[in-house]
């Protein structure tokens, strides 16, 4: 069974630090990229961070670069983000995804999603 599972969300300063751990079972760790995604009450998903399975490049978005660094795990076959310097808009429920980082869209497998509440 395919499972993705985050944990690290809570409520946090702005300032603050966390740092998410996506754990991954059920499938060949190695042959995917994994992406951070997050949403906020009413708005749409968006793609965080990603690092890839193929050479550990690394992508973020432009609202989190400089705060948020993506690693990954190969031997526990766990993706952490660390975040940094948290906004309240970093507000979301965060999840991981494991798939292609040049396809968001078209992801693979999902998580749950843990819950990132930054107060101002």
């Known amino acids: 069974e395919v499972q993705l599972v985050e944990s690290g969300g809570g409520l946090v300063q702005a300032g603050g630090s966390l740092r998410l751990s996506c754990a991954a079972s059920?499938?060949?760790?190695?042959?995917?990229?994994i992406g951070w995604f997050r949403q906020a009450p009413g708005k749409e998903r968006e793609g965080v961070s990603c690092?890839?399975?193929?050479?550990?490049?690394?992508y973020y978005a432009d609202s989190v670069k400089g705060r948020f660094t993506i690693s990954s795990d190969n031997a526990k076959n766990t993706v952490y983000l660390q975040m940094n310097s948290l906004k309240p808009e970093d507000t979301a429920v965060y999840y991981c995804?494991?798939?292609?980082?040049?396809?968001?869209?078209?992801?693979?497998?999902w998580g749950k999603g843990t819950l990132v509440t930054v107060s101002s």
């Open positions: 995804a494991a798939g292609d980082c040049s396809d968001y869209d078209g992801m693979d497998y």
């Open positions: 059920g499938f060949t760790f190695d042959d995917y990229a």
């Open positions: 690092i890839s399975s193929s050479d550990g490049s690394t």
